[in-house]
């Protein structure tokens, strides 16, 4: 049987469990509050200045409550304790602060190792880096922008639409980071944006593809019909790197999560798209891309040939018929 000593591992953490704090005490009395003169001093103006006292008796700790305004709880109970055997891994919550007890003989998770996606992430929130992806973005955009506009436009016009586009962009990476925050996790904000940014690039990228897809071949070609399960997969990656730097979940919880999200986007975007189109119009529509002739994969026909290869078509259509009606005079 090992020797049974008083040391005692007090952890703070958030409502998520995320760790902000521990500390190690060999000590057979331990306070916490938030006076200066406790061992564990508590920052939450819900909690009162000494607020609960662990005392070890040789065999197990024991907390008490010191008769305080808002009273302690074990985890989400909302039944108060006054007294209670700390076992290893207890959650006790005072005022808004939770506070973990961890005793010596607790196991430990394995040592994980460092995921390449790490490596890949550091890379991205050097500010060197951002920039580069930033200016990549604004530029793609606005050569997109020019390239699709119907009428001409000056440097200027294009211009302010790329920043505006990009300025738009941000918003997501920063809109995470905010919330990252609010749930007390780390914000990562240079993570966020780097990482963002690169898929941003991806997404232009695509659309070019796209139109030049569409621009070359018929709409109802098979691989036109795929190109919208990439758009699916860049939004997927995208979320899930976004939840795996900005919170600290499960693997199950951030596929589902990133799921959700995917299907409420595409969903949504469905839903407004069918709800604009009329029931019945008798004017034409058209589906069609139009892009400047050096985009063209394949060289156009002349004018001389494609009348040469109808008349050659005419002919070969004239003498099957001929061998048609012959036959059938017979």
């Given at each position: ?89 207890d959650i006790v919550r005072m005022g ?99 990482i963002s940014f690169v898929f941003f ?89 139009l892009l400047p002739p050096k985009f ?35």
């Open positions: 049987m090992g020797t049974i000593n008083n040391t005692i591992i007090i952890e703070e953490i958030s409502r998520n469990h995320k760790l902000n704090a521990r500390h190690k005490y060999d000590k057979s009395t331990i306070s916490l509050g938030r006076s200066y003169q406790n061992d564990v001093i508590v920052t939450d103006h819900h909690v009162n200045p000494e607020h609960i006292s662990i005392t070890f008796n040789g065999e197990y700790w024991q907390l008490s409550d010191l008769n305080t305004i808002n009273g302690s709880f074990l985890g989400e109970s909302k039944k108060p304790i006054q007294q209670h055997i700390i076992q290893s891994g808004k602060s939770y506070i973990r007890f961890i005793l010596p003989h607790q196991s430990i998770a394995q040592t994980q190792v460092l995921n390449p996606y790490d490596n890949v992430i550091e890379i991205a929130r050097s500010p060197i880096f951002i920039m580069a992806v930033i200016s990549l973005f604004t530029m793609l955009s606005g050569y997109l922008a020019f390239i699709s506009s119907p009428k001409e436009v000056s440097i200027s016009q294009f211009s302010v639409s790329a920043i505006s586009v990009t300025l738009a962009f941000a918003f997501w990476p920063l809109g995470v980071s905010l919330v990252s925050h609010l749930t007390k996790h780390e914000s990562r904000v240079w993570h966020q944006l780097g690039n991806a997404f232009l990228l695509l659309d070019f593809i796209e139109t030049l897809i569409f621009f070359n071949t018929s709409s109802n070609a098979v691989i036109t019909q795929l190109l919208p399960l990439f758009t699916i997969a860049l939004v997927f990656s995208l979320i899930w790197l976004n939840c795996y730097i900005g919170f600290t979940m499960s693997t199950v919880r951030r596929i589902v999560v990133s799921l959700g999200l995917v299907i409420f986007c595409f969903g949504s975007y469905a839903l407004i798209n069918k709800s604009k189109q009329p029931k019945f119009s008798h004017y034409p529509s058209y589906d069609n891309t063209l994969l394949k060289s156009p026909t002349n004018i001389d040939s494609f009348i040469e290869e109808a008349e050659k078509t005419l002919n070969k259509s004239k003498v099957k018929m001929e061998k048609m009606k012959a036959a059938a005079e017979k």
